[in-house]
């Protein structure tokens, strides 16, 4: 494929990100404006729950999903409260729920609980889609997040997700190739994003090759690959103009 003519499937494949504690309603009308490019729309915004409804409102028939994100970023284990969340998200009209893993109760053992996170999320999640956020930067080898992986992938489950973007280690080539594996071995129907760090065509074009070459050429349509980000777009649609 062409840069430029991937440089445009890419924009279809992305989630448009503004997580900052300091957004404010006009940063969030910008970043709906610039959801909708000459040379296609994104596939998603995402932002935090409380912009959820004026982001549904600014993209009405655009087919533009609006995605927000619980457990975020901390990746906690109160489980009352991912109910509350998830249940504010449902009320503001979310169509995707990006929830962060309990990643440090699976790393101290606390399997249960993981589980109990994983029962939550998916038995109401009515018709949104899921993404569970590994925060795969933080694990301590590959093995231990394929572990992470397989057990998400128990679950009825829409996307595995890299990273929150707020640690030190966010998405990597080594971890997607794992999670893309884990995929392959269990689930080829549950989709892949990467996230944190992606700002150029470049880094973007390595993770839907990736997708290619573990799960088929295929594959990574804006079902099952996801890349999300809050600079990509610009560079993308830079690329696209110098051809």
């Given at each position: 494929?062409?840069?430029?003519?991937?440089?445009?499937?890419?924009?279809?494949?992305?989630?448009?990100?503004?997580?900052n504690?300091?957004?404010?309603?006009?940063?969030?009308?910008?970043?709906?404006?610039?959801?909708?490019?000459?040379?296609?729309?994104?596939?998603?915004v995402?932002?935090?729950?409380?912009?959820?409804?004026?982001?549904?409102?600014?993209?009405?028939?655009?087919?533009?999903?609006?995605?927000?994100?619980?457990?975020f970023?901390?990746?906690?284990?109160?489980?009352?409260?991912?109910?509350?969340?998830?249940?504010?998200?449902?009320?503001?009209?979310?169509?995707?729920?990006?929830?962060?893993?309990?990643?440090?109760?699976?790393?101290?053992?606390?399997?249960?609980?993981?589980?109990?996170?994983?029962?939550?999320?998916?038995?109401?999640?009515?018709?949104?889609?899921?993404?569970?956020?590994?925060?795969?930067?933080?694990?301590?080898?590959?093995?231990?997040?394929?572990?992470?992986?397989?057990?998400?992938?128990?679950?009825?489950?829409?996307?595995?997700?890299?990273?929150?973007?707020?640690?030190?280690?966010?998405a990597t080539?080594?971890a997607?190739?794992?999670?893309?594996?884990?995929?392959?071995?269990?689930?080829?129907?549950?989709?892949?994003?990467?996230?944190?760090?992606?700002?150029?065509?470049?880094?973007?074009?390595?993770?839907?090759d990736?997708?290619?070459?573990?799960?088929?050429?295929?594959?990574?349509?804006?079902?099952?690959?996801?890349?999300?980000?809050?600079?990509?777009?610009?560079?993308l649609?830079?690329?696209?103009?110098?051809?």
């Amino acid at each position: 494929m062409q840069k430029s003519s991937l440089a445009k499937c890419l924009i279809t494949n992305l989630d448009l990100t503004s997580l900052n504690l300091s957004d404010t309603e006009t940063e969030i009308i910008s970043l709906c404006q610039k959801a909708k490019t000459p040379c296609g729309n994104v596939r998603a915004v995402c932002v935090y729950p409380q912009f959820v409804s004026l982001a549904k409102d600014l993209l009405t028939n655009t087919g533009i999903s609006v995605a927000t994100v619980i457990n975020f970023p901390q990746g906690g284990s109160d489980i009352a409260s991912i109910k509350e969340q998830l249940s504010n998200a449902a009320k503001h009209g979310a169509d995707e729920i990006d929830a962060v893993f309990p990643y440090n109760d699976f790393f101290n053992g606390n399997i249960d609980i993981c589980k109990k996170f994983l029962e939550t999320i998916t038995q109401n999640k009515e018709n949104r889609k899921i993404k569970v956020i590994l925060e795969s930067g933080a694990y301590k080898n590959a093995e231990q997040l394929k572990s992470a992986c397989l057990l998400c992938l128990d679950y009825d489950i829409d996307f595995l997700k890299t990273s929150t973007g707020k640690t030190s280690v966010s998405a990597t080539p080594e971890a997607a190739g794992t999670i893309l594996s884990c995929i392959k071995e269990k689930n080829q129907n549950v989709g892949f994003k990467a996230s944190g760090g992606i700002k150029t065509f470049e880094q973007s074009a390595i993770y839907y090759d990736l997708c290619q070459q573990i799960l088929g050429e295929k594959w990574p349509t804006p079902e099952h690959f996801r890349i999300g980000a809050s600079s990509l777009l610009n560079n993308l649609l830079q690329t696209i103009k110098e051809g």
